[in-house]
């Protein structure tokens, strides 16, 4: 074993946690839960250096 599969479980805890606030809050919380989970998603990985922004400039040839 060569590494604990972190994604998994995060992944697994996230789908609970939405499963949850989906079932007792309704569709408003469940969407504020996921819109809110995404963008925490990719705030660690910019600060993981694993995500590039990409440039929105059109490239000229």
Do not use: D, H, K, Y
Not at 28 to 47: D, E, H, P, S
């Amino acid at each position: 074993m060569s590494q604990f599969p972190v994604w998994s479980v995060v992944g697994l805890t996230f789908g609970t946690i939405l499963g949850i606030v989906g079932a007792f809050g309704g569709l408003n919380a469940f969407l504020i839960v996921l819109v809110l989970g995404a963008v925490g998603f990719f705030i660690g990985l910019i600060f993981e250096g694993g995500f590039e922004m990409p440039t929105l400039r059109a490239r000229r040839q």
